[in-house]
């Protein structure tokens, strides 16, 4: 079990690294961390949270997501703006160099979840699909 569970992640894997490559501009999206990769999914679904939120939503420290939120606008990914509202709130969110990456990565998936699901029966698909729908229930429950 161990060595085909390591065997599909090293496709995913595979797949997502070819992404980078077809995506990569020079402007670092090669070296960006799993983390950072969590924080731009998370802004892109919030669409323009405060920082505060973009924390509650990451269950992570508020510091820790400023310090996030800091080298992804290093790396041009992020912008943050103040609320107009209260002046004392941030937002943040994404590039369009961002943008591009998110899309990407997007396609890539899509990609792969139709190889899969061409690759298996329908009954299989449908089986695969309860699977991993109960171990991502399972890892958010921890």
Known sequence: MEQLLMEFVNTLDQALKKM???VDDGSGFSRLTISQFQYMDAIHRLENPAITELANHLQITKA????????????GYVEKFQSQEDRRVFHVHLTSAADRIIKARSMVLK???EF?????????ARQFEKILAKLVAVFNQQ
């Open 111 to 113: 990609e792969y979840g």
């Open 116 to 124: 899969i699901r061409n690759s298996l029966t329908q009954e299989e």
């Open 20 to 22: 980078q490559q077809q």
């Open 64 to 75: 820790s997501v400023t310090l996030g939120i800091k080298r992804l606008i290093g790396l």
